[in-house]
C-alpha cells in the first residue's frame, strides 16, 4: 500500500488500518489510540450517517433538543414550516454556546456572551448595537448558525451527515429497514414516543458497546446473576433471556449482517405462536399482576395483545455507528473520549390517537415502563462492567490483538441472500462484517462541510 | 370462596392505577413548614430509623434493611428532578417490594460483576427533618444523604436528598412506606448505577 493510503494522526503519525483490522482480530489501538479516536471524529462520525435524535422528542414546531455528532454540540430543531434542522450549537461571533437547555420550545436563540440572536432554522437575527460593526452580519450567510448540511429522517428517526457524498439515508439503511419497520409496527399508528432514559456511561471506547450489541455469546455470562434472578421463583420457567440456556446455536435465533455496519439479532422466533407470548416470557416486574388482572377482567382475549405491547420485543436492532434499538429501548451511544461512553437507554410508550386499544394505552404504558427498567439496572450495569475490565486488559501492549474468530471458517454456519449474512445466535460474523465496514470507513477521506442555513 | 391475601413479595398486586396516583399525590406536597413536626420523639425515632438504614446498607445488611420497609412499599429514584409520573416516564429505579428482593438476591448471587467485589459505602445523613400528614401515624421525613462509594480503586460521589413516607407501628418504631431518593445529578449519565441508595 502507498503511503498516501495511510491515515493521519498527530506528530505525523500514519495509521495502517489493513494491519491494525483482520478478519479474524483487530489491533488494541482502537480502543486505546486517541489519534484513531481523533480520526473516527470525523470518518465515522461526520462521514457517515449518525443518529441524532428522534421526531417525538421535537413534536411541535420551534422545539429543540441538544445532541451530539461526535464531540461537535447540536440542537436539533423543528422551524415554523416544520422543517428539521441540526444546528451547530456554536455561536459565530466568539463561539460559545447559544443553547445551554438539553430541551424545550423556544422561537429564537440568545447568545448569553454577547447577545448575537438566532432564528430556530440557524439564521442570525440580530447583533446588538451592530453600528459598531463596518458589515452587516446579517447580510452574509456566513453568519448564521453552522448545520448538518444533511439530515434525513426515517420513520422518526432522525439522522445527520456531513459528508454531502454519503448515499440518501433509506439507500444506506438498506436491509435493516425491515426490522425497524417490524420493531414501529406492532404499535398503533406504526409508531412510538420516546420518553426518559437510563442513562449510564463506562470507561471504555465506544466501539465495545457496539462489539456487544448483537453479541449472543456474552450473555449467559455476563447475565448471570440477572438470568437467575428472573427465574428466582422457579428454575425451570424461562424468563427473559433463558433462551440462551443450553446450547443457544442449535435453537432458532439468527444474526443477520445487512452491510454498511448494520445488523439485527432476531429472538423473536423463540416466542411461542399466540397472543401474549412475549409477555408471558416477562420477568416479574411491579405492577404486572395487578395490572393484568385488570386488563383480563376489561378486555377478555384482547388483553394478550395489550400485554404483549408492555413486554419487550425480543429483537436488537444496530444501526451503525450510534443506534441500538433493543426490546422497546432506543439505546444512543456517545462517544466522549478514546476511553469514555455514554450510553443512554431511552424510554418508548405507546401513542394511541385513534384509540386502537380501547383505553388501555395508559395502563399498558405504566407496565411498559416498569419492564425497560429493569434490564439497564441489573443487565447492562454487568456488561458496562466488563467492558471496563476489557479497557483495562488492553493496557497490554505486547498483546495486542482482539479475536472475534467464532464461527469463521465453519463450513454450513452462513447463509448470504441478496447481500444479507445469517448465522446463528452466538456468533461473531456481525463483529467480523461491521469491522470490515469501519476499515472501509477509516480508509477513505471524503470531504466534509457544513451549511449556513436557508440563506446558502 | 376466601382467597388468600396475595404477598407482595411473590406477586404484584398493590402496585395499581391508584397506588401511583396517590404516590404521586402525597409526594407532591408534602414539605410545608407549618407541617414540621415540632415532637421530639418522632424526631429522635426519624434520626435513629435513618441511622440505622445507612448502617444496613454501608455493612451490606441487605436483609435486615428490607426489613425496614413495611410489606407494600415503592422504592422510587426520578429520571429527572422534576420527578415526573413514573407511569409515563422512566425512572432511574422504581422498585415494589418485590423487586427491591430481586435487587439483593441478585446482588448475593455471586455474579452479578457490577457489584463483584461488592463496593464500599460510606454515608453520611444530616438535615433531618420530620413533616406530618393528615394521618396522624403517617410522617414524610426529609434527609440530604452524601455518600461515598469506593469501587475499582476510586471514590464516587452520590449526593442529594431522600424523603421517607413512613407509619408509626405499634412498637415505636417505623416502617417505610416509601422512600423516594432524589441525586442532584439524576438526569446524568452515570457511570456504574448498581449501589443500592
Ligand atoms: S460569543 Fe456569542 S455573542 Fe459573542
Ligand atoms: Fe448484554
Redesign the interface.
Known amino acids: 500500500m502507498s503511503d498516501g493510503n495511510l491515515a493521519p494522526g498527530r506528530d505525523g503519525r500514519r495509521f495502517d488500518f489493513e494491519a491494525l483490522i483482520h478478519e479474524e482480530k483487530v489491533h488494541r489501538s482502537l480502543y486505546t489510540d486517541p489519534d484513531i479516536f481523533a480520526l473516527e471524529l470525523t470518518r465515522v462520525f461526520g462521514a457517515t450517517w449518525v443518529y441524532l435524535a428522534h421526531e417525538s422528542q421535537i413534536p411541535k414546531p420551534f422545539d429543540f433538543f441538544q445532541t451530539k455528532l461526535g464531540l461537535r454540540p447540536i440542537i436539533v430543531t423543528r422551524d415554523g414550516k416544520n422543517e428539521i434542522h441540526a444546528l451547530y450549537n456554536r455561536c459565530t461571533h466568539r463561539g460559545a454556546t447559544v443553547c445551554r437547555q438539553?430541551k424545550g420550545s423556544t422561537r429564537s436563540f440568545r447568545c448569553p456572551y454577547h447577545g448575537w440572536t438566532y432564528s430556530i432554522s440557524g439564521e442570525l437575527a440580530g447583533v446588538p448595537w451592530r453600528e459598531g460593526y463596518a458589515r452587516d452580519h446579517k447580510e452574509e450567510g456566513q453568519f448564521n448558525l453552522a448545520q448538518v448540511p444533511r439530515v434525513e429522517s426515517y420513520r422518526g428517526f432522525i439522522f445527520g451527515t456531513l459528508n454531502l457524498e454519503a448515499a440518501p439515508l433509506i439507500e444506506h439503511l438498506a436491509g435493516v429497514r425491515k426490522p425497524i419497520d417490524d420493531w414501529l409496527d406492532r404499535h398503533p399508528g406504526g409508531k412510538v414516543a420516546v420518553?426518559?432514559?437510563?442513562?449510564?456511561?463506562?470507561?471504555g471506547n465506544w466501539k465495545l458497546a457496539y462489539d456487544n450489541s448483537a453479541d449472543g455469546y456474552h450473555v449467559i455470562f455476563?447475565h448471570?446473576?440477572?438470568l437467575?434472578?428472573e427465574n428466582?421463583?422457579s428454575p425451570d420457567d424461562e424468563k427473559g433471556m433463558s433462551f440462551y440456556k443450553q446450547h443457544p446455536d442449535d435453537g432458532p435465533i439468527r444474526v443477520h449482517y445487512y452491510g454498511n455496519g448494520h445488523h439485527f439479532k432476531d429472538k423473536r422466533p423463540t416466542l411461542a405462536n399466540h397472543p401474549g407470548a412475549m409477555w408471558q416470557i416477562e420477568g416479574?416486574?411491579?405492577?404486572?399482576?395487578?395490572?393484568e388482572?385488570?386488563l383480563r377482567e376489561k378486555y377478555g382475549d384482547d388483553a394478550d395483545f395489550y400485554l404483549d405491547l408492555a413486554a419487550g420485543i425480543p429483537m436488537n436492532i444496530n444501526v451503525f455507528p450510534n443506534l441500538l434499538i433493543l426490546g422497546n429501548h432506543i439505546q444512543v451511544l456517545?462517544p466522549l473520549s478514546y476511553t469514555e461512553t455514554?450510553?443512554?437507554?431511552?424510554?418508548t410508550?405507546v401513542v394511541d390517537e385513534e384509540n386502537e386499544l380501547n383505553g388501555a394505552v395508559?395502563?399498558i404504558?405504566?407496565l411498559r415502563?416498569?419492564t425497560?427498567?429493569?434490564f439497564p439496572?441489573?443487565g447492562e450495569?454487568?456488561d458496562?462492567?466488563?467492558f471496563?475490565e476489557i479497557q483495562v486488559g488492553l493496557g497490554a501492549e505486547e498483546d495486542p490483538w482482539v479475536y472475534m474468530d467464532r464461527g469463521l471458517g465453519l463450513p454450513d454456519r452462513f447463509t448470504e441472500k441478496d447481500g444479507v449474512i445469517t448465522g446463528p445466535a452466538t456468533d461473531e460474523v456481525f463483529m467480523r462484517e461491521y469491522m470490515k465496514h469501519y476499515k472501509k470507513l477509516m480508509m477513505a477521506n471524503p470531504t466534509l462541510s457544513i451549511s449556513r442555513g436557508g440563506s446558502d | 370462596m376466601v382467597t388468600a391475601p396475595?404477598n407482595p413479595s411473590?406477586?404484584?398486586?398493590?402496585?395499581?392505577?391508584a397506588?401511583?396516583t396517590d404516590l404521586v399525590k402525597v409526594f407532591a406536597d408534602w414539605d410545608d413548614s407549618a407541617q414540621l413536626s415540632h415532637d421530639t420523639v418522632v424526631q429522635q425515632r426519624a434520626q435513629a430509623m435513618l441511622y440505622q438504614e445507612a448502617r444496613y446498607l454501608d455493612q451490606g445488611k441487605f436483609k435486615e434493611w428490607l426489613d425496614l420497609f413495611a410489606p407494600e412499599c415503592a422504592y422510587w429514584i426520578p429520571?429527572?428532578w422534576e420527578r415526573?409520573d413514573?407511569?409515563?416516564?422512566?425512572?432511574?429505579?422504581?422498585?415494589?417490594r418485590?423487586?427491591l428482593e430481586?435487587?439483593v438476591?441478585?446482588?448475593e448471587?455471586?455474579?452479578?460483576?457490577?457489584q463483584?467485589p461488592a463496593s464500599r459505602t460510606n454515608r453520611l445523613v444530616s438535615n433531618i427533618e420530620v413533616f406530618q400528614t393528615n394521618r396522624s401515624d403517617v410522617f414524610m421525613i426529609r434527609s440530604n444523604f452524601n455518600m461515598t462509594e469506593f469501587l475499582?480503586g476510586e471514590l464516587r460521589p452520590w449526593v442529594g436528598y431522600a424523603v421517607h413516607r413512613v407509619q408509626q407501628t405499634g412498637e415505636g418504631t417505623f416502617k417505610i412506606l416509601a422512600k423516594q431518593v432524589n441525586l442532584i445529578n439524576c438526569?446524568?449519565?452515570?457511570?456504574?448505577?448498581?449501589v443500592t441508595l
Open positions: 438539553a420518553c426518559e432514559a437510563n442513562r449510564m456511561k463506562f470507561k455476563s448471570r446473576s440477572l437467575m434472578m428466582r421463583f416479574k416486574h411491579p405492577g404486572m399482576e395487578g395490572y388482572a385488570e456517545e455514554a450510553t443512554t437507554w431511552y424510554g410508550a395508559d395502563a404504558n405504566a415502563m416498569r425497560q427498567e429493569q439496572l441489573f450495569v454487568d458496562l462492567t466488563n471496563e | 396475595a411473590e406477586t404484584s398486586h398493590y402496585i395499581t392505577d397506588y401511583y429520571g429527572s415526573g413514573p407511569r409515563r416516564e422512566i425512572t432511574f429505579a422504581f422498585h415494589d418485590r423487586q430481586d435487587r438476591y441478585r446482588l448471587t455471586g455474579y452479578a460483576w457490577s463483584h475499582n438526569d446524568q449519565n452515570i457511570r456504574n448505577p448498581s
